[in-house]
């Protein structure tokens, strides 16, 4: 089974602060993506990520930006973070070839206070 | 622009009772189309998945769904709801050429009551 691991389940940080959030996945999987999730607006996305050090802005990156320096990991970085980022982050990869399904981590519930 | 509209924000059924969650889409390739469930506090599981061919496909969990392109539908369906099927449910939709990102819709909350 394809396995998506995130570094933190909940995380509690100031505003302010840098954060980093950390992915892997054990597929080999070429693409990766990191979303937020709000109640009442799905899923949005913020970063994805076809290959090695390949970055694309997804629908809400701004405050947000992305590492990819190896396959299996994907890092998303709040600069400096602020209360209007409170909320779950989700990550997902998937392959390249056929298929377009996303594996999902289980995600990190991060609050700024 | 591109969308996938879940009208239901919230829906609450009997144990035991058919379930119908709707989904409708807007875009302009042939579509792909996922349905995925969050449990609270979990990441999404997928349940199914359309590509081509037919229009029934048959999920995990007893779940089904179907495309009707006529209508640009892919309500997902349970014959019998049980109770752990109380969660959130996402429709997802993308395209050959959208490389491998896909349009999530708002979700759809479900409760089940004994």
């Known amino acids: 089974d394809v396995k998506v691991t995130q570094s933190s389940r909940y995380l509690v940080k100031r505003t302010g602060e840098k954060v980093f959030l950390e992915c892997v996945q054990d597929?080999?999987?070429?693409?990766m993506f990191w979303y937020r999730q709000d109640p009442g607006l799905g899923l949005r996305l913020i970063y994805f990520?076809?290959?090695?050090?390949?970055?694309e802005k997804g629908d809400i990156p701004e405050g947000y930006s992305v590492s990819r320096e190896k396959k299996e990991r994907f890092s998303l970085i709040l600069e400096s973070a602020s209360t209007n980022q409170t909320s779950m982050y989700l990550c997902?990869?998937?392959?390249?070839?056929?298929?377009?399904?996303?594996?999902f981590g289980p995600g990190t519930r991060l609050t700024v206070t | 622009a591109q969308s996938v509209t879940q009208p239901d924000i919230h829906i609450t059924v009997s144990e035991g009772a058919s379930l119908e969650l709707r989904c409708n889409y807007s875009?302009?390739?042939?579509?792909?189309l996922f349905w995925y469930v969050q449990s609270p506090g979990q990441g999404l599981q997928l349940l199914l998945k359309?590509?081509?061919?037919?229009?029934l496909v048959q999920g995990i969990k007893g779940f089904e769904a179907e495309f009707k392109r006529s209508q640009s539908s892919f309500n997902l369906r349970k014959p019998s709801v049980h109770w752990s099927d109380a969660a959130e449910y996402f429709c997802?939709?993308?395209?050959?050429?959208?490389?491998?990102?896909?349009?999530f819709g708002q979700g759809t909350e479900l409760s089940v009551k004994p």
């Open positions: 359309y590509f081509s061919g037919d229009t």
């Open positions: 997902a990869s998937s392959g390249r070839q056929g298929s377009y399904e996303q594996y």
């Open positions: 597929m080999d999987h070429e693409n």
């Open positions: 875009y302009g390739a042939t579509p792909y």
């Open positions: 997802a939709v993308g395209s050959y050429n959208q490389g491998g990102k896909l349009i």
């Open positions: 990520s076809y290959d090695v050090k390949m970055k």
